[in-house]
């Protein structure tokens, strides 16, 4: 049996005007993100702001060793048995079907519709404010950016250092220039413009826009998640999931997230969808995470909310950010999608470099 979640009291902009849009957003009532002062606050009765004890608390865990309480080998021969990288083929092969490929954490490509976009875009060593200093990958990389095939855009779900890596933005900015579009959310576009990058749209939730010379809509939507880089930037930023729809497939992403009903919305507004990259990892110790990091379980019914007819797992087996044991994830989701009764060909997991066909 579906838990049920409580719904929170809607918040919609007053005169919002959804005419011209390709969502279907008749009849729907709708959650928007709020903004209290300069700052971003989650609309979800799902979400609790941690305190300072709590924090405290987290911090004393990963002091203590985060890698040791996941059970992550030292010896690199061992992980390259369980955890393998292999060398993407970005080529696409079967009539011009949409093809996914993942390469480590929540940094996916996506080719459709004549298009290519690059989700939360981590090539570096670490995911961190430092380069000598921080948590490091202990899978490798499965290409460069000088690997990668043309790129049309690429979209950011929100700035923490996982997800939002300068040196990464950099390198893709040096070799694509203006040419290359980046959606980024509200209020991240100044950081993106200070590093170079001009062709970069800023968005809220349920904001479309056109990839110019295409077909092809990129619309912002809900999330349930948390933004800060610094000391006194806490919540000036936005985050959400991103919803890439062609004029023959549809493409979602949520990025890091807790589990809302904002979902549900998204698979009324922009559903179904052909495929999704959902995160699964990172979601140990529960009384911390559950906030703003979904648990296989909890990625299963995203999976259900939006339509997604085929998935893959991301957002694990590339840093330890938590405690859970790093070979977990993908066991808990084949247990999920059984209790479910779906087929695990529905929700899978590949290896890092690895490609589904939808």
Not at 220 to 236: E, I
Not at 237 to 248: A, D, E, K, T, V
Not at 260 to 266: K, L, M, T, V, Y
């Amino acid at each position: 049996m579906t838990e049920s979640v409580e719904s929170a009291p809607l918040n919609a902009p007053p005169n919002i005007d959804h005419s011209g849009k390709i969502g279907n957003y008749a009849g729907q009532a709708l959650h928007y993100p709020q903004l209290q002062g300069r700052r971003y606050e989650n609309p979800w009765l799902t979400w609790t702001d941690h305190g300072f004890a709590a924090m405290m608390r987290f911090f004393w865990v990963a002091i203590k060793g985060m890698g040791i309480a996941a059970g992550l080998p030292l010896d690199k021969q061992e992980l390259d048995i369980t955890l393998p990288v292999v060398r993407p083929d970005f080529e696409l092969h079967t009539n011009a079907r949409p093809k996914v490929t993942w390469l480590g954490h929540a940094t996916v490509l996506v080719q459709m519709d004549g298009i290519a976009v690059l989700t939360d875009p981590v090539f570096s060593e670490r995911c961190s404010p430092f380069h000598w200093l921080g948590t490091k990958r202990y899978r490798p990389v499965p290409c460069s950016v000088a690997d990668l095939p043309n790129i049309d855009a690429v979209a950011i779900s929100h700035n923490h250092y996982d997800h939002l890596d300068i040196r990464s933005v950099l390198d893709l900015n040096r070799r694509f220039g203006k040419k290359l579009r980046w959606y980024v959310p509200a209020g991240t576009a100044r950081w993106m413009r200070n590093r170079g990058c001009e062709n970069v749209v800023e968005m809220s939730w349920w904001e479309e826009d056109r990839l110019p010379g295409t077909d092809v809509v990129f619309a912002f939507a809900p999330s349930q998640h948390w933004c800060r880089r610094g000391l006194f930037d806490y919540c000036k930023q936005l985050w959400g999931s991103w919803c890439i729809i062609g004029p023959r497939h549809r493409f979602f992403f949520p990025g890091d997230t807790g589990y809302c009903e904002g979902f549900r919305e998204i698979g009324r507004v922009y559903g179904p969808f052909d495929g999704a990259a959902i995160p699964i990892g990172a979601y140990e110790p529960r009384w911390f995470m559950k906030y703003a990091h979904v648990n296989p379980e909890e990625a299963v019914r995203i999976h259900k909310d939006v339509g997604s007819r085929k998935s893959i797992g991301i957002h694990w087996g590339t840093f330890v950010l938590t405690t859970e044991p790093y070979l977990e994830p993908p066991i808990r989701l084949k247990e999920s999608l059984k209790e479910a009764g779906l087929p695990e060909q529905d929700f899978q997991v590949v290896q890092h470099g690895g490609s589904v066909t939808l």
